[in-house]
């Protein structure tokens, strides 16, 4: 079986050594990197060849790659690299890994055009000063032909071993059952929906009740389709923690049950390479210690003893959280780039959404270079719109200059001291008033990019001590700046003064808000093989084709609830409003409703608040009326273990109520089956606060669509209210109740967004 690689792959797996180090220099980005190559090749003579498609092969393996840059007058291939500041100080080992690319290239070259011998050239180019330094070399086709295969001898093996590995996988997928006697009712329709998306790669967005168990619904179908599909990874992503383990769990799930279906004398753990990628922070192993051989032991040697742990790591197939710290403990490495490294050999990979949809994500930019197939699922993907408009946004606060020009260098000042002119301009056209803007100010966006550029040269100087608020500001307004590229009329500049400012040093955060983060999807939507967008609200269909950018031909499915509406008693509370001008007077009524359905039915309840003050308001009067009543309270600094301990507390058969605020931890992601919860009161719509970022959005969604209120307010919170609800109902044998305490969920506006199941009543 053929195994095809590309250049940079082979050249990172095979010539690799040394520490993992990642102290900060400051590279070029990715635009500055097009640029100076353009650059580069507008410098060369007439006929000079760029961007040179070359492949070859080694036994079962292919090599493929594009070489920079070719001079067939002088037979010179060049490989071009970009940086700034001092060239002395690259590291050894990330040249060693320039100049095994070239050479491959080299070997590709000389077998495709037949020549017997070639000049090699790596251009470094520095984006500061536009200087070329050129480190050359003279090198014969058998050379560069002997080197070529040296490197494909060290990956042919892997390659023969990830072959073997890929047959057996889809030969177990192709016969891998439901881990249950039958599907749930529902649970066939989406199974069959996300089967149809894959094997015809589209686009899927799938509305499907709680309860039914669409995680098994999603990644059975998804799973059972690699095969037919030839699709190399499934990408799982969820906003939370608990959605990532409920898909290890679900995961784990289908492969035991596969397990025991295998006679005793034959089981072996089906080859399905589970990889959970967690944030850095949850992973490190010596948070004191910067990422660099000389101050961390697990960097000192990484990439030496990563082959070893790579290996063994494969061996184990199920690649969790906890099994990654295992192996990397055993081989002393780092278990965080382990997982990262890990990720280009494991066929599911269960992390948060940025690793696909964020500027920087690393799973897109590792798909979009390796050409994979990937299907991606995306776990409670109502969140999803919310998050990329976080991903696509950023801000910047004034102050923070004063900071860093303490340790400025003179550039460096002059550069800042332009940049506050043309902030203060900004901050003089509606002094002490926010202000959005529909266009960019172009001086100051200007103005930062002479900064970036004037800090890029001060830190790229090896004496100068490193300067962490330096560094910080440098990334944050990169981002910035990145962010000010792709500005357009989905986004909007705005201006918020800071309190406590004096009128002559008025001082401001400015911020570039993203309200559609559509433009920034589709390429990462199109960058899969297939997608499968699902939860239980997703309506309206259009409010979430719109913020997403899906394409034209996705397939929008709702999956009818499996649930009688006998189960659930659900009342609208008319007479109480819970408006800010009006929730300290609905205190009293609202601790009587909840008091009395306890009375009622006692069990389990879960309170939903707007915010953590109304919340705590609520929760003193109701522990002062009712103190005999077991009350726990979510709280602002709640941590994993605290909200693991909340959840806890719902056990079966208890009584007892917990106070939560809407659209937190526990308003979606969480189970509560049986009578471990048997209702909840939600003493809010849910909706953003009306304020004047708030109106700029609705008045920016009015112009797109015509539905600035709903699209801004009215649709994001009920879509809370729902997911709150839905944690009452979880199997078909359920009962429960859902109070909803406010008067506008009478309206029909707001009624037309609510499950169409549900038996309302009002009182």
């Known amino acids: 079986m053929s195994y095809t690689v590309a250049v940079r792959t082979l050249c990172e797996f095979t010539a690799k050594r040394g520490d993992l180090d990642l102290r900060f ?5 990715a635009s500055d990197g097009r640029a100076g190559h353009a650059a580069i090749a507008a410098r060369r003579p007439p006929g000079y060849e760029t961007e040179i498609a070359l492949s070859g092969t080694f036994e079962s393996l292919t090599v493929r790659g594009r070489a920079d840059g070719y001079d067939p007058a002088r037979h010179r291939l060049e490989e071009f690299k970009t940086y700034r500041g001092d060239l002395d100080a690259m590291r050894e080992n990330q040249r060693a890994l320039h100049w095994a690319q070239l050479r491959v290239y080299g070997a590709l070259l000389c077998d495709t055009l037949g020549l017997d011998a070639l000049e090699l050239a790596l251009v470094y180019y520095d984006i500061g000063s536009g200087h070329e330094t050129a480190l050359v070399e003279q090198a014969s086709a058998a050379e560069l032909r002997a080197a070529f295969e040296t490197q494909c001898r060290r990956f042919v093996a892997w390659a023969d071993q990830e072959s073997a ?22 649970q066939r329709d989406l199974a069959e929906a996300v089967w149809r998306a894959a094997t015809q790669g589209r686009c899927l967005l799938a509305q499907a009740p709680t309860g039914i168990g669409k995680t098994i619904g ?13 699709i190399d990874k499934v990408v799982f992503l969820s906003a939370k923690s608990s959605g990532r383990q409920l898909a290890l769990d679900a995961l784990a799930t289908l492969t035991n049950a596969q397990d025991e279906a295998t006679a005793d004398a034959q089981r072996t753990t089906i080859p ?4 959970e990628l967690v944030a850095r922070e949850k992973a490190c192993e010596h948070p004191e210690a910067a990422c660099h051989g000389e101050s961390c032991p697990l960097a000192r040697g990484f990439y030496d003893r990563l082959p070893a742990a790579r290996a063994a790591a494969l061996e184990r197939v199920r690649l969790d959280r906890a099994a990654l710290r295992e192996v990397a403990s055993e081989h002393a490495v780092c278990p965080y780039y382990l997982g990262q490294e890990l990720a280009r050999w494991c066929d599911v990979i269960v992390g948060d959404y940025n690793y696909w949809f964020d500027t920087s994500a690393m799973l897109f930019m590792l798909a979009a270079h390796n050409q994979w197939r990937a299907s991606v699922l995306v776990d409670e993907a109502h969140n999803l719109p919310e998050r990329a408009r976080a991903m696509y946004s950023a801000e910047l606060v004034q102050t923070r200059i004063d900071t860093v020009r303490r340790a400025a260098s003179v550039p460096l000042k002059r550069a800042l001291a332009r940049l506050q002119k043309h902030w203060n301009a900004q901050n003089a056209v509606q ?28 830190l790229a100087e090896p004496a100068l001590a490193r300067d962490p608020e330096l560094e910080r500001f440098y990334f944050d307004a990169l981002h910035f700046t990145r962010i000010a590229e792709r500005f357009d009329t989905h986004s909007l500049f705005d201006v918020t003064p800071l309190a406590h400012q004096s009128a002559r040093r008025a001082r401001s955060t400015i911020a570039i808000r993203n309200i559609v983060p559509a433009d920034a999807m589709r390429p990462r939507i199109a960058t899969a ?11 309206p269909t259009h409010y979430y084709s719109d913020m997403l950018g899906l394409p034209a031909n996705t397939v929008s499915i709702d999956i009818d609830t499996p649930f009688r509406a006998e189960q659930l008693d659900v009342h609208i509370a008319r007479h109480i409003s819970t408006r800010f001008r009006d929730r300290e007077r609905s205190l009293e009524a609202l601790v009587a409703r909840v008091s009395a359905q306890y009375a009622e039915r006692p069990g389990n309840y879960l309170c939903f608040f707007s915010s953590y003050d109304y919340l705590q308001q609520a929760a003193d009067v109701f522990i002062a009326r009712h103190p005999q009543l077991d ?13 693991q301990a909340f959840v806890a507390r719902f056990v079966e058969s208890g009584c007892g109520i917990g106070f939560a605020v809407l659209g937190g931890a526990f308003g979606e992601g969480i189970d509560l089956p ?27 969604m009015d112009t797109l669509y015509g539905d600035g209120f709903d699209y801004t307010y009215l649709i994001p919170g009920l879509r809370k209210v729902v997911q709150a609800a839905g944690r009452v109902i979880r199997t078909e044998h359920d009962r429960g109740v859902v109070h909803l305490l406010d008067d506008r969920f009478a309206q029909p506006g707001v009624r037309a967004l609510l499950p169409a199941w549900w038996r309302i009543a009002s009182s």
């Open 674 to 700: 049986g009578t471990r919860l048997i209702g909840t009161f939600i003493a809010t719509l849910g909706m953003p606060q009306l304020n004047a970022v708030n109106e700029a959005m609705r008045a920016r």
């Open 529 to 539: 093989h297939s997608m499968t967008l699902f939860s239980a609200t997703l309506s």
């Open 218 to 230: 999603t990644l059975f179908p998804q799973l059972k389709a690699c095969p037919r599909a030839a």
């Open 165 to 186: 590995h890929r047959s057996a996988r889809d030969a177990a997928l192709a016969a891998l059952s439901l881990p249950h006697p039958q599907f749930r009712a529902g």
């Open 631 to 643: 009350v726990w309270l979510q709280s602002r600094t709640m941590d994993e273990a605290g909200q």
């Open 431 to 458: 002094p002490g008033a926010w202000r959005a803007s529909d266009t960019l100010p172009e001086g100051l966006v200007t103005a930062l990019g002479e900064v970036i550029g004037a800090i890029g040269d001060q």
């Open 272 to 275: 399905l390479r589970v990889l």
């Open 25 to 29: 220099t400051p590279s070029p980005d």
